[in-house]
């Protein structure tokens, strides 16, 4: 294949090259159905069409507000194949957000998925003058497609197919005028502070970073691929480009709460997740082992202890003695198959992005036969920067820099890069694109260091960085990643900013804990007295010091607060991709941290 320009070219090239009969996948009726590559190609050349019809020229802005569905990928190509400008929206934002985001874009087009979400845009709609028409996915209640401007995506659709009908190069002069250097997305990124900035990516932005991954991450149209995290953050939006680039197939989760159950039933090879989703799975794990009999724990301890030392010796690229490599085949065949099957039984790797992974959980997973393959990035770099992959992998890293990226670390320890993935700049931000491009090199904000192999890792956010009283730095993600092992844990938000010691508010993993207050025999009217009862604080207090036994003095957890309820999105204490917004939290629960730093601190 001769090397594509614009993501469309990519897309077009992809599928004739391809051909894949299950281009994409999605569950409908209790099972999966398959959309093939010629498919695909045809709702895409018909979507862009029915755009156009709408009015839509190059350079117009159009939103997309969905989950992750097939139709939010032939849009997506539909919408660039136009000329038009991507606006992904998270499906998850309240109507005051959305209507930021259209104004700031200027967006004249808007494709929902449901009705949930049509009723957002509506209550917002006479906010955004520059809203001519309105697309709705799912059947809704009946629309005309003309004065209101409402449309089901079936009318887009048809309009489509007759001007496909009636101008059957139409489609082909549309992705012709279609340049390297044009904007293909505008992406606001959630952030943990302030007003969401509009990330300006080209289509030479991804393209490149999709050849660059593409060159470390290999796969085929053998592969298949469960997309379930937003394809409206740029992160599952490569990595769907990357595999579709390959000719891999894509089956859509349901919802980020099926991907269990998705997971068993699509079997994929590869899945881009973030680290919650391995947590989630260590802490069943955990839990399983725990209500197993006497002998199945000893045989599965047992199992773990030489899935380790195994481990050890592959990961220094040094062959394990063969009594060890007799009693990990024993273990593999007794145990690991059965935690593999979990996952569908096939997987090659995950990809893990959007926050840090604790080493020791990828290490558990490596030692049990599942790969997580770490990486890391940003919206503004297309995202990735750095990534591990199956030929070469440093656990506790993120991996050496991905083809066509470069990375310096500055004086004070900042992650700085630059290449062809850096974006145009933020829209309408023209300062704040000048203070994150200094000297030519996009500032991470993240601080780091390159090992003597080459391999990146990434400490912690520079602006996160807790400076206690006494003039220590403390990189809070480092203690909340190793605290979020623990099967008693659900969220940890650790602070001390300018305190004298480090504290933590912590959200307990309610079924766990109910379970040990059982065993302890205690007696409590609700979960929230179990919660704030004096008992529980000095339990997890003691498992907290537990895990973090091996930190320095300055970085152990004095005191806690227990939480009845874990932080949300809807509550605004977590951004889309889960990450804690810091400053957020720390407002909601002022009185709380200042009454942990009382010396008459008594839990509450």
Same mark, same amino acid.
């Given at each position: ?8 070219? +990519? ?18 009726? $209790? ?11 045809? !709702? ?57 985001? @259209? ?23 006479? %906010? ?9 996915? *799912?059947?809704?209640? /009946? ?8 449309? #089901?995506? &079936? ?13 059957? *190069? ?8 279609? /340049? ?16 969401? %900035? $509009? ?27 469960? &997309? ?28 980020? *709460? ?28 955990? /839990?399983?082992?725990?209500?197993? &009999? ?20 592959? @990961?220094?690229?040094? @062959? ?18 059965? =935690? ?19 080493? /020791? ?11 997580? =393959? ?74 780091? +260091? ?19 009283? #006494? ?11 190793? !605290? ?56 997890? !207090? ?20 227990? =939480? ?34 009382? %010396? ?5």
């Amino acid at each position: 294949m001769s090397t594509p320009e614009t993501l469309v070219e +990519m897309f077009c090239q992809a599928v004739r090259e391809h051909a894949n009969p299950s281009a994409l996948m999605y569950k409908r009726g $209790g099972s999966y159905r398959s959309i093939s590559a010629a498919e695909f190609e045809e !709702l895409v050349r018909r979507t862009a069409l029915g755009l156009r019809t709408l009015g839509i020229q190059k350079g117009d802005r159009v939103a997309l507000l969905s989950e992750n569905r097939p139709e939010w990928a032939y849009c997506d190509l539909g919408i660039l194949s136009a000329g038009g400008v991507n606006v992904p929206l998270y499906s998850t934002l309240p109507p005051a957000q959305i209507a930021y985001c @259209l104004n700031d874009a200027e967006v004249k087009v808007i494709l929902v998925s449901n009705q949930t979400h049509l009723e957002k845009v509506l209550a917002i709609r006479d %906010k955004v003058p520059s809203l001519k028409a309105v697309v709705v996915f *799912d059947p809704v209640a /009946e629309n005309s497609g003309s004065d209101d401007g409402m449309w #089901s995506l &079936s009318q887009v659709l048809s309009l489509g197919q007759k001007v496909q009908g009636s101008e059957p *190069d139409g489609y082909q002069r549309l992705v012709g005028d279609i /340049e390297a250097s044009d904007l293909a997305s505008i992406i606001y990124t959630s952030g943990t502070t302030g007003v969401p %900035k $509009g990330v300006m990516l080209s289509h030479r932005n991804v393209v490149s970073n999709v050849l660059a991954c593409a060159e470390v991450l290999k796969a085929g149209p053998q592969d298949v691929v469960l &997309s379930f995290l937003p394809l409206s953050h740029i992160f599952e939006r490569t990595a769907d480009y990357l595999m579709m680039y390959q000719g891999a197939s894509i089956a859509y989760a349901e919802s980020p *709460d099926t991907v269990p159950e998705n997971l068993l039933e699509v079997r994929p090879t590869i899945v881009a997740s973030v680290p919650r989703l391995f947590e989630k799975m260590y802490g069943r794990i955990q /839990e399983a082992i725990r209500s197993s &009999s006497p002998l199945k724990q000893r045989l599965t301890r047992w199992a773990i202890r030489t899935g380790r030392k195994h481990a050890e010796y592959l @990961l220094k690229h040094e @062959l394990p003695p063969a009594g060890l490599r007799l009693r990990h085949h024993v273990a593999e065949r007794l145990v690991f198959s059965k =935690l593999q099957q979990k996952v569908g039984g096939r997987l090659r790797f995950f990809i893990s992005g959007g926050a840090p992974l604790d080493k /020791e959980l990828a290490e558990f997973f490596f030692s049990v036969g599942v790969l997580i =393959l770490e990486g890391y990035g940003l919206t503004e770099t297309s995202p990735v920067i750095a990534v591990n992959h199956p030929g070469r992998f440093k656990l506790g890293t993120v991996g050496p820099p991905v083809p066509t990226v470069e990375v310096m670390i500055a004086a004070d320890g900042e992650i700085l890069t630059r290449g062809p993935s850096v974006m145009i700049g933020y829209h309408r931000m023209e300062e704040e694109t000048r203070s994150v491009m200094e000297g030519g090199w996009f500032h991470t904000g993240d601080i780091g +260091m390159i090992d003597e192999d080459g391999f990146l890792r990434v400490t912690d956010r520079k602006k996160d960085l807790i400076v206690t009283a #006494s003039g220590k730095n403390v990189a809070p993600q480092k203690i909340e990643g190793l !605290l979020k092992t623990c099967p008693y844990l659900l969220n940890v938000l650790a602070i001390g900013d300018k305190r004298p010691f480090i504290s933590a508010l912590v959200v307990p993993n309610r079924d766990r804990l109910i379970g040990w207050a059982r065993e302890r025999k205690l007696t409590y009217a609700s979960y929230s007295e179990l919660v704030t009862c004096p008992e529980t604080n000095e339990f997890l !207090l003691g498992e907290i010091c537990r895990m973090l036994s091996d930190l320095a003095p300055y970085e152990q957890v004095k005191r806690i607060q227990v =939480l009845e309820s874990d932080f949300s999105i809807e509550a605004g204490e977590l951004t889309p991709t889960m990450k804690l917004r810091r400053k957020a939290i720390q407002t909601k629960y002022q009185s709380v941290i200042d009454r942990l730093y009382r %010396k008459e601190f008594q839990p509450v």
